[in-house]
């Protein structure tokens, strides 16, 4: 999996367990709410800036931040038929 594809993946699974709609996580990041939509659709990649606002906005270390994106690259993916 790309890595913007699996960042936005874990962002938008963080947000939703943090009970935040995009515009409160850009809010708390001090981000635009297109932004964060940009990064959760994978379109774009975070600077570390950006990375460490997402994880101070969501209470996590940037380093679990980092550790679930990569879990979430190194998933098995099912193959397209």
């Given at each position: 999996?790309?890595?913007?594809?699996?960042?936005?993946?874990?962002?938008?699974?963080?947000?939703?367990?943090?009970g935040?709609?995009?515009?409160?996580?850009?809010?708390?990041?001090?981000?635009?709410?297109?932004?964060?939509?940009?990064?959760?659709?994978?379109?774009?990649?975070?600077?570390?800036?950006?990375?460490?606002?997402?994880?101070?906005?969501?209470?996590?270390?940037?380093?679990?931040?980092?550790?679930?994106?990569?879990?979430?690259?190194?998933?098995?993916?099912?193959?397209?038929?």
């Amino acid at each position: 999996m790309d890595a913007a594809v699996a960042f936005g993946t874990v962002l938008r699974r963080l947000r939703q367990e943090a009970g935040l709609t995009q515009e409160q996580l850009g809010f708390e990041a001090d981000l635009r709410r297109t932004y964060v939509s940009v990064l959760e659709l994978g379109q774009q990649q975070p600077s570390l800036t950006t990375i460490l606002k997402l994880a101070s906005a969501l209470k996590q270390p940037a380093h679990e931040l980092m550790r679930l994106v990569e879990a979430e690259i190194s998933k098995p993916r099912r193959k397209k038929v």
